[in-house]
């Protein structure tokens, strides 16, 4: 089982960045596709974006593109996502994710996540 570590969460202001990192440990890194999902309280989980093992190729959630950027670091175990122009709704608990079988529909491993908060 993959174990995943999140960091970077705070508070900012609208329109601020904030730069979240997951370490993984317990598999092969550079084999695994990563994801970046959030849930806020009475929502359903939001998929935020993704990036594959292979090319290292970006996916996202239409809400976020042009402000947030997923990038991995296969030599530090490491996922980042770097969020600009933030926006009260992106306020949430982040975490990354593992996909079952190369589909993000159902999730193999998950961190305990890092809250983001965006004020007005």
């Known amino acids: 089982q993959v174990q995943l570590v999140e960091s970077g969460g705070g508070s900012v202001q609208t329109g601020g960045s904030l730069r979240l990192s997951c370490v993984a440990s317990?598999?092969?890194?550079?084999?695994?596709?990563m994801g970046w999902f959030r849930r806020t309280p009475g929502k359903e989980r939001e998929f935020v974006a993704a990036i594959s093992w292979s090319d290292s190729r970006p996916y996202y959630a239409d809400f976020v593109k042009g402000r947030f950027t997923i990038s991995r670091d296969n030599a530090k175990n490491t996922v980042y996502l770097q969020m600009n122009s933030l926006k009260p709704e992106d306020t949430a608990v982040y975490y990354c994710?593992?996909?079952?079988?190369?589909?993000?529909?159902?999730?193999?491993?998950w961190g305990q996540g890092t809250q983001v908060t965006v004020s007005s």
């Open positions: 317990g598999h092969t890194f550079s084999r695994l596709a």
């Open positions: 994710a593992t996909p079952v079988e190369g589909s993000w529909d159902r999730l193999a491993s």
